[in-house]
């Protein structure tokens, strides 16, 4: 048992994904319920090039969660296999009461290792409360259908509607990235952008941004 059990400290375990922002909302709001500090931690696995963009996107969004919630974040470069032991490690150096993964997690590492993170942790973490959220939950109603995420940039038009480019030629006004929607043949997806610290996300249809306007405010 940690030697401060009485004071809750919530970690929260996230790899790159849409679902990470979810489950950090969802570690911030029981942190704000018991009034304990909060802690994200980042699984760094996946490959540079390949998903330079992805990384991009999903760190500027997840720092600022961190910031806007005043919570610690950490990030490990690790392999997937070794998750159980970072986990564990991170827990136990922040004293960590109550642990939040993701089912994506756990299936993870299930299919790598053919195990389940969840002996493993209940194993190596005993001080501490599991909690493991189902995809749907983590995802709330907002499934990630979407291709790996490429360099893309918006240029304005004389209607006041935005067109999608892949070079910056023609003097793009914005400079983004584009997640291709996986159910299309065309160019229609979310185009992700930075502004002033944070981190938007606009719907793009058929090539066109009909109006510039985070898909959170819709």
Wanted: hydrophobic share 35%; glycine share 6%; with cysteine.
């Amino acid at each position: 048992m940690s030697p401060n059990r009485l004071e809750e400290r919530i970690l929260v375990c996230v790899n790159y994904g849409h679902s990470g922002s979810r489950l950090i909302k969802r570690g911030a709001r029981l942190a704000e319920q018991l009034e304990a500090p909060l802690t994200v931690l980042v699984f760094d696995s996946l490959p540079e090039e390949e998903y330079k963009h992805d990384k991009e996107v999903d760190m500027s969004l997840f720092k600022e969660l961190a910031d806007d919630y005043g919570a610690e974040l950490i990030i490990e470069k690790s392999n997937s296999y070794d998750i159980t032991k970072v986990i564990a490690r991170t827990a136990k150096e922040k004293q960590a009461s109550q642990i939040i993964i993701g089912q994506i997690v756990e299936s993870l590492w299930s299919t790598l290792i053919g195990g389940s993170i969840i002996n493993e942790l209940l194993e190596k973490a005993p001080f501490a409360d599991l909690h493991v959220v189902p995809k749907e939950r983590s995802d709330e109603t907002d499934d990630w259908n979407f291709e790996r995420g490429i360099h893309a940039y918006l240029l304005q038009q004389e209607d006041g509607t935005y067109e999608l480019h892949f070079d910056d030629s023609e003097g793009s006004t914005i400079d983004g990235v584009f997640f291709k929607h996986l159910q299309t043949d065309f160019n229609s997806g979310i185009f992700a952008f930075s502004d002033n610290g944070h981190i938007f996300e606009v719907r793009v249809e058929d090539g066109t941004v009909h109006q510039l306007v985070d898909i959170d405010d819709v």
